[in-house]
């Protein structure tokens, strides 16, 4: 008798029905939804296993979740989460009922999007408060197109400002546009603008000793 394999877990979105995906997961598996209710939770078979953080891995996670976005909003799952068995799985689903559809409906119809902001050569940023009083004119320009903003960590000493912006799709345009302006505005500071992408830094699914966890974070 074969063993039953473990549960590789990308995310949650709202649907009662159970729909196949194609072969498109990690490790090439099939990837389908387990519903509990009217929500799902998109999965592939996995051996349960600890998943290594590496370019290969963490690009087959983020294009199945991509995929998923195409017709559903989502909220993402950690990377690497793996549930013993669908029993189990329906048993999380079924914990996390509430946080769960209360976190989809905070993000229905809606993408993350990220902008980093670099100096360059030409940039010339006397002091942190000429910094501060110019990323704070970027940050609430951006967050005026938005839902919600959350500011990130400043991991490069050349990075003024990263930031992950919840835009609804309707206005995905919209926020381009205001950045095109502001690049245009602002020309001796590099712009990096990504997405669209889950909404990781606004909310996502962890397994944690407890069971499942929502970690949300609000605007800042």
């Known amino acids: 008798m074969k063993k039953e394999e473990g549960k590789y877990f990308y ?15 990690l490790n090439n598996e099939e990837v389908y939804t387990i519903p509990y209710g009217d929500i799902a939770a998109v999965v592939s078979d996995s051996p349960m296993t600890d998943y290594e ?3 290969d891995n963490t690009k087959k996670h983020e294009n199945v979740i991509k995929e998923i976005m195409n017709q559903y909003s989502v909220v993402p799952a950690e990377f690497g989460t793996t549930i013993k068995n669908e ?4 048993r999380l689903l079924k914990k996390a009922y509430n946080p769960t559809a209360e976190s989809l409906k905070l993000v229905e119809n809606m993408v993350e999007l990220g902008v980093k902001i670099v100096q360059t050569d030409k940039t010339v940023l006397v002091d942190d408060q000429q910094k501060k009083i110019l990323t704070s004119e970027i940050t609430e320009s951006l967050k005026s197109k938005a839902k ?19 835009v609804n799709k309707d206005r995905i345009d919209t926020f381009s546009e205001e950045i095109e302006r502001l690049k245009n505005k602002y ?11 889950a909404p990781h830094n606004f909310v996502y699914i962890k397994i944690g000793t407890e069971g499942v966890e929502i970690k949300k974070s609000g605007s800042n």
Do not use: H, M
């Open 53 to 55: 953080l590496t370019e």
């Open 87 to 90: 029993i189990i799985l329906k």
């Open 148 to 166: 919600e903003a959350k500011t990130c960590d400043l991991f490069s000493e050349r990075l003024v400002l990263n930031a992950s912006f919840l």
């Open 11 to 25: 995310c949650a979105i709202k649907s009662k029905e159970e729909k196949n995906f194609g072969k498109i997961g």
């Open 187 to 197: 020309q001796k500071l590099k712009f990096l603008y990504s997405g669209p992408w």
